[in-house]
């Protein structure tokens, strides 16, 4: 049974920072990217940040480059990791926050989600 599951969200002052973590577990997850998207109240899902399986490949959407940072950990047996460094927070960075398993294309900054987590919810106070 395929799961991923998302953890590190929490309720933090603007400035502060926080780090989301994703496993995904159940299957192979070679070639697999891993990424993470965010969706406000009211608001459509955004996709944020993504890696490659081998990490050569990031993607950061403008709102969050050189704020938050995401990296992978493929080393551990069948639990397949991704985290989510996010620093400098802002009020408006509150989302429930979405880790995925699927494809990216680079070029077009788009991700195809196969396998998602439930979320978490970060919430940045002013």
């Known amino acids: 049974q395929v799961q991923v599951v998302e953890s590190g969200g929490g309720l933090v002052q603007a400035g502060d920072s926080l780090r989301l973590s994703c496993a995904a577990s159940?299957?192979?997850?070679?070639?697999?990217?891993l990424g993470w998207f965010r969706q406000a109240p009211g608001k459509e899902r955004e996709f944020i940040a993504a890696?490659?399986?081998?990490?050569?490949?990031?993607?950061?959407?403008d709102s969050v480059k050189g704020r938050f940072t995401i990296s992978r950990d493929n080393t551990k047996n069948t639990v397949y990791t991704s985290s989510l460094q996010m620093n400098s927070l802002k009020v408006e960075d509150t989302a429930v926050y979405y880790c995925?398993?699927?494809?990216?294309?680079?070029?077009?900054?788009?991700?195809?989600?196969?396998?998602w987590g439930q979320g978490t919810q970060v919430t940045v106070s002013s």
């Open positions: 159940g299957r192979n997850f070679y070639s697999y990217a």
């Open positions: 995925a398993a699927g494809s990216v294309e680079w070029g077009r900054a788009t991700m195809q989600g196969k396998y």
């Open positions: 890696i490659s399986w081998s990490g050569n490949n990031t993607y950061y959407v």
